[in-house]
């Protein structure tokens, strides 16, 4: 049966999100037919049973006679003739993940309704859908399919009931002419528990940018690799500085939060739910230590920041944020900095996702992400320890970077607001400790330097 090779295949796929515990079930609760024939595609909803838990998951199921070589890789396996009306019925075919065949996922890009499966577009808005397809693979809960040098697709495998939040977000940014996004194009939907829910997305493809990433390590790279003719180098000496594009990028973090909260509804935090949050991270803390005991030696640290947010004397402003913002988030055109995936932290769920909360959260986020593209080149180098005062460095001058042009576009950081920003960040690092120990056990110390 279908279903018995779809649970022996899922477990297997990078985006699943249920690795280590035992699958219960598998069923398909959603087929409906895109392109009939051969070769054929159908678009699944699968429901899947865990531990008492039920996720949703979308396939793009392809069929074939024959699979050639180029799609081996995505084969699920071989069935008999599964709901396939038009074709003989006389043998099995080859079933398999159809976002890697260019030749079905045109069809992504089409404005035609298939039953339940409904095709979007922004108005005014033309799509070549001849252009071919290629997945990329760097991706752990998604699947995103590059369509030449003009489309990518973002296929959202783990389906939520409810609009993304990065749809919602794209499409209210654009219609205010926000330079600093990806363009939307369109977008899939269906209906799950009588909800609206996004499918997938297609924005504008940034053929001629870089990863916020690559170029932060290209420049920690440089500082690293430059030897010091007298006394310690330093970042601003190096030929790879990368403070002009730090501040760069704090200009656009404070106007995406302008248009953020000109786009959507703001509002404040009183004092006791403010001391709620903080009880939160003490939470957060309590737990992280006992799983990471070294983390307990920073424990008054920690505490005293927090404290200080408790003590704050007015109420915190707090709107719609990106959620899960760092460098690798972010692509330097030529032109500018443009921001991408809006979804905000995938495990959360959906609610949480499109809360109101500080735009000091998002702020936090990158300045974290300054430290670790400055100590993830540190981890495992026989230098580390002579290379240590050039890491901290280079953090501290592309931080204030970041904070000067972000402030000088309007981002607000108060005196009190230094406060809340700390305790944002340690509550990152907290998040980061445990993460790694439980992933990549040798990079612990990178936030771990984050108390010290």
């Known amino acids: 049966m279908l279903e018995e090779l779809l649970a022996r295949w ?86 398999y993940d159809a976002a890697h065949d260019p030749s079905l996922t045109g069809h992504l890009l089409e404005d035609t309704d298939h039953g339940p499966i ?103 790279r440089d500082l690293y690799g430059t030897p010091a003719e007298a006394g310690n180098l330093t970042a601003a000496d190096a030929g790879g500085d990368f403070a002009a594009e730090a501040h760069r990028l704090g200009t656009a973090t404070a106007q995406i939060h302008r248009e953020l909260a000109e786009a959507f509804p703001t509002g404040v935090v009183e004092r006791p739910e403010v001391k709620r949050m903080v009880e939160d991270f003490r939470r957060r803390l309590g737990r992280a230590i006992a799983e990471v005991p070294e983390l307990a030696e920073h424990r008054e640290a920690i505490e ?16 719609r944020v990106h959620g899960d913002y760092h460098l690798g988030q972010v692509m330097r055109t030529p032109v500018d900095w443009i921001v991408l995936d809006f979804e905000g932290e995938p495990g959360q769920p959906l609610p949480e996702r499109r809360a109101q909360s500080s735009p000091l959260k998002d702020v936090a986020g990158m300045l974290r992400s300054f430290d670790y593209a400055a100590r993830h080149l540190l981890a495992d180098n026989p230098d580390a320890e002579s290379l240590e005062a050039r890491s901290h460095d280079w953090a501290a001058r592309n931080r204030k970077s970041f904070l000067t042009g972000y402030a000088e576009a309007g981002g607000h950081i108060s005196g009190a607001d230094a406060a809340l920003l700390k305790a944002l960040e340690y509550s990152k690092a907290v998040y980061e400790v ?14 771990l330097a984050a108390f010290r």
């Not at 005293?304 to 709107?319: A, C, F, I, K, N």
């Not at 445990?434 to 936030?447: K, M, Q």
């Open 434 to 447: 445990v993460y790694e120990a439980r992933n990549r056990p040798t990079w612990v110390s990178i936030p």
């Open 304 to 319: 005293t920041v927090y404290h200080q947010v408790e003590r704050l004397p007015g109420e915190v402003r707090v709107q």
């Open 118 to 220: 409904r095709f979007r577009r922004i108005p005014g808005v033309t799509i070549d859908t001849s252009l071919r397809s290629l997945v990329l693979g760097a991706e752990q809960s998604n699947t995103s399919l590059v369509y030449g040098d003009a489309y990518i697709c973002k296929l959202f495998r783990r389906l939520i009931p409810g609009v993304n939040p990065e749809l919602e977000i794209v499409t209210a940014l654009a219609a205010r002419d926000a330079k600093h996004i990806a363009q939307p194009y369109g977008w899939i939907e269906t209906d799950l528990d009588g909800t609206v829910t996004t499918l997938a997305i297609t924005q504008e493809f940034l053929s001629n940018a870089n990863d916020g990433w690559d170029l932060a390590l290209a420049s920690v």
């Open 10 to 95: 899922i477990t297997h796929q990078r985006w699943f999100a249920g690795k280590g515990r035992p699958l219960d079930a598998l069923a398909i609760e959603s087929d409906v037919v895109l392109v009939a024939g051969e070769p054929g595609l159908r678009h699944l909803i699968l429901s899947i049973r865990q531990n008492h838990s039920v996720d949703r998951y979308q396939l793009l199921l392809g069929m074939r006679e024959e699979l050639p070589d180029r799609l081996k890789h995505a084969m699920i396996g071989t069935c008999g003739p599964y709901g396939f009306e038009n074709g003989p019925h006389h043998h099995e075919w080859y079933v």
